[in-house]
């Protein structure tokens, strides 16, 4: 049926190009830099578009509308996936009561709970899901979306749970000048614990402001980056013979939260820099295809860092000895060298019009100091001390700032800095409120033009002549 479909239809070649962000700073619109599936939301999740369904052709009846909760939505969409067309998620599915006793105030699994099951690997059962590499990365990203969309529905059939009544009426429109009666209706609410809403972020916002007020100043910033090749990724990919990291995210996701979990317990609970009383942090993805973490710590008065030689007995910016330490010298080789970059590698993120946005290399001091403006400048002496990387020697001007006991027990990108007090609240809150990635497309569809001389040529014509501005929800990120 699909290839009479094809024969017998006017099938419209298209494409959807990426458009890269004319302004740099804005990150949430980068071009991706790895090879992922993703899904493109046209505008981003709400109400009014939260309608999730596919069409299908049936011999007898004609064409039919298969809803997102329909029990064979997902057979529809993954044939190869579910060869067998068994059901998948439907309303109602009960819980499995193993001890007699049901003490949960729901009776039916979620959505989530029944996605977050069909992404484990069991020895006794069959593997074909999770060997499908870049169809199973497809499935992650639809069952997130699948997800969003489900819970939109709730919201919009539940407004009065919500209290919604706070949101609007006669003396809120009156309020914002909408003094025709006629204007005013009924308004769908979105709530502020629907994740990602503007409202979440906005009471994320209104929270950090909060801790601020009440802890003072933060202290250190650090950036907490994944390692796919940590031994706990390896060692779960040896179940199914044949298969890398980039085929298992859901793997990845996983290990990387238990490692971030870790560190967080080390920060807060062990002391590591002394006694902590509070901590800020978001998980970003920018579409690199794997999850890192911006962590911001308040310490207690008692344990704070104000001199540089207070600095220097937790952060260093040089290289270890390879002989003295060789462990920490191999990890910061892999982790926490910039570069190499420039003529060496001029496709590198961090080069715009051939300068380093990051301003590497720095300059050598012999010791730490603070600047005018209260921002450290870490040392960097001129000891000899290189490290080979792609066949360039790179010295202590381009190591990345870091805390040796953290960097060797996670082996990872583990950047540590003393935060500058006006501009460390500004670079955080910029993190928590942008909001999730985002990718500005057009549409372009390719149509044959047949030339003066019999021939036919490709010609690309704008289908849409206008730019859509979208959600760019990532594997990692819906795992």
């Given at each position: 049926?699909?290839r009479?479909?094809?024969?017998e239809?006017?099938?419209?070649?298209?494409?959807?190009r990426?458009?890269?962000?004319?302004?740099?700073g804005?990150?949430?619109?980068?071009?991706?830099?790895?090879?992922?599936?993703?899904?493109?939301i046209?505008?981003?999740?709400n109400?009014e578009?939260?309608?999730?369904?596919i069409?299908?052709?049936?011999?007898?009846?004609?064409?039919?509308?298969?809803?997102?909760?329909?029990?064979?939505f997902?057979?529809?969409?993954?044939?190869l996936?579910?060869?067998?067309g068994?059901?998948?998620?439907?309303?109602?599915?009960p819980?499995?009561n193993?001890?007699?006793?049901?003490?949960?105030?729901?009776?039916?699994?979620?959505?989530r709970?029944?996605?977050?099951?069909?992404?484990?690997?069991?020895?006794?059962?069959?593997?074909?899901?999770?060997?499908?590499?870049?169809?199973?990365?497809?499935?992650?990203?639809?069952?997130?979306?699948?997800?969003?969309?489900e819970?939109?529905?709730?919201?919009?059939?539940?407004?009065?749970?919500?209290?919604?009544?706070?949101?609007?009426?006669?003396?809120?429109?009156?309020l914002?000048?909408?003094?025709?009666?006629i204007?005013?209706?009924?308004?769908?609410?979105?709530?502020?614990?629907f994740?990602g809403?503007?409202?979440?972020?906005?009471q994320?916002y209104?929270?950090?402001?909060?801790?601020?007020?009440?802890?003072?100043y933060?202290?250190?910033?650090l950036t907490?980056?994944?390692?796919?090749?940590?031994?706990?990724?390896?060692?779960s990919?040896e179940?199914?013979?044949?298969?890398?990291?980039?085929?298992?995210?859901?793997?990845v996701?996983?290990?990387?939260?238990?490692?971030?979990?870790?560190?967080?317990?080390?920060l807060?609970?062990k002391?590591?820099?002394?006694?902590?009383?509070a901590?800020?942090?978001?998980?970003?993805?920018?579409?690199?295809?794997?999850?890192?973490?911006?962590?911001?710590?308040?310490?207690?008065p008692?344990?704070?860092?104000?001199?540089?030689?207070?600095?220097?007995g937790?952060?260093?910016?040089?290289?270890?000895?390879?002989?003295?330490?060789?462990?920490?010298?191999?990890?910061?080789?892999?982790?926490?060298?910039h570069?190499p970059?420039?003529?060496?590698?001029?496709?590198?993120?961090?080069?715009?019009?051939?300068?380093?946005?990051?301003?590497?290399?720095?300059?050598?001091?012999?010791?730490?100091?603070?600047?005018?403006e209260?921002?450290?400048?870490?040392?960097r002496?001129n000891?000899?001390?290189?490290?080979e990387?792609?066949?360039?020697?790179?010295?202590?001007?381009?190591?990345?700032p870091?805390?040796?006991?953290?960097?060797?027990?996670?082996?990872?990108?583990?950047?540590?800095?003393?935060?500058?007090?006006?501009?460390?609240?500004?670079?955080?809150?910029?993190?928590?409120?942008?909001?999730?990635?985002?990718a500005t497309?057009?549409?372009?569809?390719?149509?044959?033009?047949?030339?003066?001389?019999?021939?036919e040529?490709?010609?690309?014509?704008?289908?849409t002549?206008?730019?859509?501005?979208?959600?760019?929800?990532?594997?990692?990120?819906?795992?």
């Amino acid at each position: 049926m699909v290839r009479d479909r094809f024969d017998e239809s006017d099938i419209h070649n298209v494409r959807i190009r990426l458009i890269r962000s004319r302004n740099s700073g804005e990150r949430q619109y980068d071009l991706p830099v790895t090879s992922k599936i993703a899904a493109l939301i046209g505008g981003d999740f709400n109400i009014e578009s939260s309608d999730r369904e596919i069409i299908v052709e049936n011999q007898s009846l004609g064409l039919q509308r298969i809803n997102g909760t329909h029990p064979s939505f997902m057979a529809l969409q993954y044939p190869l996936l579910f060869s067998y067309g068994k059901d998948g998620y439907m309303l109602g599915i009960p819980y499995r009561n193993l001890n007699g006793s049901n003490s949960r105030r729901r009776e039916s699994i979620t959505m989530r709970e029944y996605y977050a099951y069909r992404l484990q690997q069991r020895f006794h059962e069959g593997k074909t899901l999770l060997l499908g590499r870049r169809l199973f990365q497809k499935f992650i990203v639809d069952a997130y979306t699948s997800i969003e969309e489900e819970r939109l529905q709730w919201v919009r059939f539940n407004q009065k749970k919500l209290r919604s009544e706070l949101y609007y009426g006669l003396k809120d429109a009156v309020l914002r000048g909408d003094t025709d009666p006629i204007t005013v209706g009924k308004r769908i609410v979105l709530p502020s614990s629907f994740t990602g809403s503007p409202r979440y972020m906005v009471q994320n916002y209104q929270d950090v402001m909060v801790i601020c007020r009440w802890a003072g100043y933060p202290d250190l910033f650090l950036t907490f980056t994944c390692n796919p090749k940590w031994p706990e990724n390896n060692h779960s990919l040896e179940f199914i013979e044949g298969l890398k990291y980039e085929d298992r995210p859901d793997i990845v996701a996983r290990v990387f939260r238990i490692k971030l979990d870790e560190l967080l317990h080390d920060l807060r609970h062990k002391s590591h820099f002394g006694r902590v009383i509070a901590i800020v942090y978001t998980i970003e993805f920018q579409k690199r295809g794997l999850p890192h973490a911006h962590i911001l710590l308040f310490l207690d008065p008692k344990n704070k860092c104000p001199s540089p030689t207070d600095i220097d007995g937790i952060i260093m910016a040089e290289i270890p000895d390879a002989d003295e330490d060789p462990v920490a010298n191999e990890a910061v080789k892999q982790f926490m060298m910039h570069g190499p970059y420039g003529s060496a590698k001029l496709k590198s993120p961090c080069m715009i019009n051939g300068k380093c946005t990051k301003h590497f290399p720095k300059r050598f001091y012999d010791e730490t100091i603070i600047d005018e403006e209260g921002f450290p400048v870490y040392r960097r002496r001129n000891d000899g001390k290189t490290i080979e990387k792609n066949g360039i020697l790179l010295d202590n001007r381009y190591v990345v700032p870091y805390n040796v006991d953290l960097l060797v027990k996670y082996q990872s990108h583990l950047n540590v800095e003393w935060r500058n007090r006006s501009r460390s609240i500004k670079y955080l809150f910029k993190y928590i409120n942008k909001g999730s990635d985002r990718a500005t497309i057009i549409v372009e569809e390719n149509l044959p033009n047949i030339g003066s001389d019999g021939q036919e040529t490709n010609i690309v014509v704008d289908e849409t002549k206008a730019y859509l501005d979208c959600r760019y929800i990532s594997t990692s990120e819906a795992c």
